[in-house]
C-alpha cells in the first residue's frame, strides 16, 4: 500500500519528492494547501472519507502513517 501512495501522490502532486523524507509535516514537505490536495487524492483512490478529525500529524507525517490511516478507514467503512 505504501508504494501506491507514493506512486499517487507523486502523479498527483510531481512537485513534491514524496521519497526524500519521512517526515512530511515536520520537514515542511506538505503545507495546507498539499495537505489539501493529498486528502482529495486518497479519498478517491481509497474510496474513503477523510474527516477533520484524521488531519493529525500521526496520520500525515509519513507515507507510512498515511497507509495506516487508510486500512483503518476502510475497514470502518
Do not use: W, Y
Not at 41 to 49: M, Q
Request: hydrophobic share 40%; net charge negative; aromatic share 6%.
Amino acid at each position: 500500500m505504501e508504494q501506491r501512495i507514493r506512486e499517487l501522490l507523486s502523479k498527483g502532486i510531481p512537485e513534491i519528492d514524496f521519497c526524500s523524507s519521512e517526515e512530511l509535516v515536520d520537514d515542511g514537505i506538505l503545507d495546507s494547501l498539499s495537505l489539501m490536495t493529498v486528502i482529495g487524492l486518497l479519498n478517491k483512490e481509497f474510496d474513503i472519507e477523510i474527516s477533520f478529525n484524521e488531519l493529525t500529524e500521526d496520520n500525515f507525517n509519513s507515507i507510512k502513517g498515511m497507509a495506516a490511516m487508510i486500512t483503518r478507514l476502510q475497514k470502518e467503512k
